[in-house]
């Protein structure tokens, strides 16, 4: 148990005040029995209630032993001079100490509920910070991951191939940027349209005679790709590069019929 943090929680100022529930008061006793810090504390707090009330009321605090319970019962020795005047202001001045009590535990209870909305708030503004961080951390991955996609097309090595839009979309375009000596091929697809539900766009290395395709690989999770830019292994001999709209899991041969672009490497 954190005993610091309990002190200050507000609850030991609740006890004093009797503002807690009977399972609550019975739960801050058995701490208090456990740890002297808290049962400190629980006096301190009493001493400091007890300050309260001598300056607030010092003529009824003032008052000692026996003759205190006389003047509470309205009994004296002198029964000649009891003077009814006296004992309702009397009562009045106890009547106005329990009410000043029972606002401290009302303040109490306020200053209690303060604090457990301010934890509240606070916890709520570190949670905010942890998302925030992380979009920070991802913001700063995609940066990374973008300056090495560039590093990457602005290499040397790099052959550029326009790919054209085809009879069945005349608009579409892509490029490739093939890097020979890693064997990679960098497709640009941001020129064609998001594919209908259950189908894949499928990337085709072509030799053109015979006209031989082979599959290099689909273009997977597209419309979820923010830069529409994919790398795909190409080991082959190249002659152009085709684009086909195929079955989601992609086919063994291109449907030519759905051709979205095509193009030629240059010799």
Known sequence: ??????????????????????????????????????????????????????????????????????????????????????????NWAAYT???????????????????????????????????????????????????????DLRDQDISVIALGGQEVSPDSYAKAYWNKRENKVFIDAQGLPEPPDGMVYQVWSLKMDPLTPTSMGLLEDFISDDNKVFVLNNPNESEAFGITLEPAGGSESPNLEQLYALGAVSS
Not at 99 to 124: C, H, K, P, R
Not at 133 to 142: D, L, M, T, Y
């Open 97 to 151: 100490g329990w009410a000043a009590a029972v606002l401290f535990g009302a303040g109490l209870l306020w200053l209690y509920t303060q604090n457990s909305e301010l934890q509240s708030d606070i916890q709520m503004v570190e949670e905010q910070n942890r998302v925030l961080e992380e979009q920070i951390f991802e913001a700063r991955g995609s940066l990374t991951s973008t300056e090495e996609l560039l590093n």
């Open 1 to 90: 148990m954190e005993v610091e943090k309990y002190i200050e929680s507000g609850i030991l100022e609740l006890y004093v005040a009797g503002a807690l529930t009977e399972e609550e008061n019975l739960e801050v006793y058995q701490n208090a029995q456990k740890y002297p810090e808290i049962q400190k504390e629980i006096l301190a707090i009493e001493k400091a209630i007890l300050e309260l009330t001598k300056a607030v009321f010092p003529n009824l605090v003032n008052r000692k032993g026996f003759e205190d319970i006389r003047v509470r019962i309205g009994h004296r020795k002198e029964t000649k001079v009891v003077q009814l005047p006296k004992e309702e202001k009397s």
